[in-house]
């Protein structure tokens, strides 16, 4: 099992380094990035079947105590995550490949070692069992994130990527400056150890802590009023780059989110969790219903989705718990699709601006059954995955008589419903395709570009097909992190 752990990390980071040292080599350079994104994710494939069959592994490195040394935990909450974001860094990848010939392809040479990075600091974010690691894990995610988004060197890229890494940045501060309280106040910045010591804290002390956190891990989530980084610097990279971005990062601080509010026990931040979630909603979905551009509705759903998520989690119960960690799980994928897709019309249309866009139904049908998947899920419609996690959240607040964040809720998902329609007839119906704007001049490897979005359309269909087992597994983590004993025990002994 150690190896496993190990090579989810390891591999990317081996794939990215021969990807660097044959970067004038096409073809060595995508095999090695594709291997190393591809190895990792088997693993995490196949930590999950572990995990799943006889429970958590706990991983010392170097043989250290866990009070000082670095600490790697697959538990279930990792092992249900991790492969599902690393199963949509291989797919990006693929698609990636099609893409490098198009006036929007990101530099090859750059772009898939540095996504190879990306992926080794995602895997070491959602398996660390301490603070500080995950800090390095954040900041590693954050150098390369940075170089992906500005490497093509466009003015839009350079000052929006300002943006994005000032807003990281001060979070970064933020982190460090709470890694010290937190080890002052504890002795320790070990999760399971934090688990035990934190509770015992005066309430105020123990109340601030949480709240610091919260503002670190809501700023790299994108929450309300902390996301305006996001709908500015995302529209200005490459397709593959913000695909992965859309699928991954928030989500990172969601999960960090998850994890440390759940196993330090912070319910009194409940309340407070529940307002900003329904901000976070409410103004992500009016945003996204103000734009005329697909890249930038798909950016501004990122941050309406994200709320959904502190909803379940401000809820402080295993339903809620559980819904977050599912719709975590569903919308990864659904929003790196949605992304792709976006991609494909920007290669066929020659931009991805609704009032330059139109008649792509009847001349790309595949693209739009292609985007009509993930739009409907996104939209929380059945029988996709998007209507199960919704429903798992929502029923959570019912359950918990939270009735007003139950109405915003249901409320932001019509806007989101009206903002997808706003995409599908300005894009697919739209005006006749000569008012539409001239197609790129370079089209790039289109077969390759779909049959990578198709695989991960798929990915979504698999999800709502095995919903009941993802819930079901959802549930068993929430209940891991919610009753902490066996995570302590596992971690310390």
Excluded: C
Aim: hydrophobic content about 55%; glycine content about 10%.
């Amino acid at each position: 099992m150690n190896t496993l752990i190990a090579l989810t990390i390891i591999a990317p980071l081996l794939g990215a380094a021969t990807g660097l040292a044959f970067r004038t080599n096409s073809r060595a350079r995508d095999a090695s990035t594709l291997l190393g994104t591809g190895v990792a994710a088997a693993a995490a494939v196949w930590i999950l079947v572990r995990v799943a069959d006889t429970g958590s592994h706990v991983m010392a490195v170097g043989g250290w105590n866990p009070e000082l040394g670095i600490v790697l935990v697959a538990d279930l909450f990792a092992a249900l995550v991790l492969p599902v974001a690393l199963l949509i860094i291989f797919v990006v990848e693929i698609f990636a490949i099609g893409q490098r010939r198009t006036a929007w392809g990101a530099n090859p040479e750059l772009a898939g070692p540095l996504l190879g990075v990306l992926t080794a600091g995602v895997s070491l974010a959602m398996l660390t069992g301490d603070l500080f690691t995950l800090f390095v894990a954040f900041e590693l995610i954050l150098v390369s994130s940075y170089v992906l988004l500005t490497h093509q060197g466009q003015r839009g890229q350079i000052r929006s990527g300002m943006t994005y890494v000032v807003m990281n940045l001060l979070a970064s501060t933020l982190f460090l400056l709470g890694l010290a309280v937190v080890y002052a106040a504890t002795g320790t910045v070990n999760m399971a150890l934090l688990a035990e010591r934190v509770p015992e804290l005066p309430t105020g002390v123990r109340v601030g802590i949480g709240a610091w956190f919260f503002v670190v891990f809501g700023t790299k989530a994108a929450i309300f009023p902390l996301f305006s980084w996001l709908p500015d610097s995302y529209p200005t990279a490459p397709t593959t780059i913000t695909a992965v971005f859309a699928g991954l990062l928030t989500k990172i601080g969601v999960y960090a989110m998850i994890r440390f509010h759940t196993l330090t026990g912070m319910d009194d931040l409940g309340t407070i969790m529940l307002l900003i979630a329904g901000a976070t909603m409410v103004i992500g979905a009016i945003g996204a219903l103000a734009q005329s551009d697909v890249k930038r509705i798909l950016s501004f759903h990122i941050v309406s989705q994200i709320g959904y998520m502190l909803m379940g989690l401000g809820l402080f119960s295993a339903a809620g718990t559980a819904g977050a960690i599912l719709f975590l799980v569903h919308h990864m994928p659904v929003k790196t699709v949605l992304f792709l897709v976006g991609g494909l019309i920007e290669n066929h249309q020659g931009t991805s601006a609704l009032d330059r866009s139109g008649g792509l139904a009847a001349r790309r049908p595949l693209i739009a059954a292609l985007f009509a998947v993930p739009a409907l899920s996104l939209a929380g419609l059945p029988p996709f995955s998007g209507f199960v996690a919704k429903f798992a959240v929502i029923s959570a607040g019912i359950e918990q008589e939270a009735t007003p964040i139950v109405v915003v809720a249901l409320f932001a998902g019509a806007l989101t419903l009206l903002s997808m329609t706003k995409i599908w007839l300005g894009v697919f119906w739209g005006p006749s395709p000569e008012l539409a704007a001239a197609p790129a001049r370079a089209v790039g490897n289109r077969r390759t570009m779909v049959a990578a979005t198709g695989l991960a359309v798929a990915g979504t269909l698999a999800i709502s097909l095995f919903a009941g087992t993802l819930f079901e597994l959802s549930q068993r983590a929430s209940e891991d992190l919610r009753s902490p004993a066996a995570y302590i025990s596992e971690v310390t002994s």
